[in-house]
């Protein structure tokens, strides 16, 4: 098989993805970049490729979410476009996947990325500023796999940036925040620590919040169009589509288009909202549902001050839209575990899955 190392190393190709290609004969690893239509723009050892599908790949795929997506590694029979477009035959295994419910369905999934290390969750501290969004990305970015960081945009449109952290704070526990700046040089210079090579970041958020001034300023030049938020705290949709691009020596990023709206498949609520999962430890029923229970220590929390009243319905909300309604912690993970292998090797699968988080704890 034929790699540029030096190239596809930069691009997250790891040795688990170059082992797991070796089952498939006669064809090269590349990564998608974009997709129009019908038609991926792959990244290959040899520079960029159009690709199709193949008819059997096509035939074999059961939903939406099994196609190849922005950030997928796929084996294609070409590496250059000698002979016209390539075929893509397969993709290789998902290491994270941010995903939402597509728009108007309730079974549809949208991949929007994959392959993902970190999250940039960008809010603008004007009038883009909500806790209970950021609370919605925030359990999607912990279940996809990848770590989530807040980055705050157009802090210099912020009078009260103190007070806007700590409100952040409250909801966003164990995770980095970041303040940047539109009209500064040094504005998005603490975003780099997060990238080199091999490393793969995504960033997330609504329209307008000024994602891709951050990703041009990343780039050294203005290859994205930009646009702020209009008065009616709309954001303009500049960025139409999901594009993977290279960061010369400094891995991959991935702009996606705003999202307002984010319907949720699955959530980690066990870490987007770590306090009410630690408070629940302390109620004398393990089914509380904190609402009317005696002895709910949630609710005396919200008494004492400690909880807000709008973070636990914002927990019920979410917790009622994943399917975990009436699930206390351990039983949505075991309801998570089951619905990411279903379909997928199932049990199999799973106990794999486990014994790889428990290596990860037991560091």
Same mark, same amino acid.
């Given at each position: 098989m034929k790699l540029n190392t030096i190239n596809l190393k930069n691009l997250g190709l790891t040795k688990d993805i170059i082992q797991e290609s070796k089952i498939y004969k006669d064809l090269f690893i590349g990564r998608v970049a974009t997709q129009y239509k019908n038609v991926y723009k792959v990244i290959t050892g040899n520079g960029e490729i159009a690709a199709e599908i193949s008819g059997k790949f096509h035939y074999e795929v059961k939903g939406l979410s099994e196609y190849p997506a922005v950030g997928d590694f796929v084996m294609v029979d070409s590496i250059d476009d000698s002979q016209g477009?390539?075929? !893509?035959?397969? =993709?290789? @295994?998902?290491?994270?996947?941010?995903?939402?419910?597509?728009?108007?369905?309730?079974?549809? !999934?949208?991949? =929007?990325? @994959?392959?993902?290390d970190t999250i940039f969750i960008c809010m603008s501290m004007n009038n883009d500023f909500n806790l209970r969004r950021l609370e919605r990305y925030l359990s999607i970015a912990w279940d996809s796999g990848a770590t989530p960081v807040i980055v705050l945009t157009k802090s210099d449109l912020c009078k009260e940036i103190e007070a806007k952290i700590n409100e952040i704070s409250s909801v966003a526990i164990g995770v980095e925040i970041l303040v940047t700046s539109s009209t500064s040089d040094e504005g998005y210079q603490s975003l780099k620590k997060y990238l080199y090579s091999g490393q793969t970041v995504a960033f997330i958020g609504s329209s307008g919040v000024g994602k891709s001034t951050l990703?041009?300023?990343?780039?050294?030049?203005?290859?994205?169009?930009?646009?702020?938020?209009?008065?009616?705290?709309?954001?303009?949709?500049t960025t139409t589509k999901r594009e993977l691009m290279l960061l010369p020596n400094l891995g991959v990023v991935i702009d996606t288009p705003g999202m307002r709206e984010l319907g949720i498949i699955r959530a980690d609520l066990t870490k987007s909202f770590a306090d009410i999962d630690k408070l629940a430890f302390q109620c004398r029923f393990n089914d509380c549902s904190h609402r009317k229970e005696p002895n709910c220590a949630v609710q005396k929390a919200i008494k004492e001050g400690i909880l807000t009243v709008d973070r636990l319905e914002s927990y019920w909300k979410l917790k009622k839209e994943a399917k975990y309604d009436g699930l206390n912690s351990k039983m949505i993970e075991k309801e998570k575990i089951s619905e990411m292998f279903n379909g997928m090797g199932g049990m199999k699968n799973a106990r794999k899955y486990i014994k790889q988080q428990n290596r990860k704890k037991g560091r």
């Open positions: 477009n390539g075929i !893509i035959h397969h =993709v290789l @295994t998902r290491k994270s996947v941010f995903a939402r419910k597509v728009a108007g369905s309730t079974e549809d !999934i949208q991949i =929007v990325a @994959t392959n993902i990703i041009n300023c990343l780039l050294g030049q203005d290859l994205l169009d930009t646009n702020g938020i209009r008065n009616d705290d709309k954001g303009r949709h």
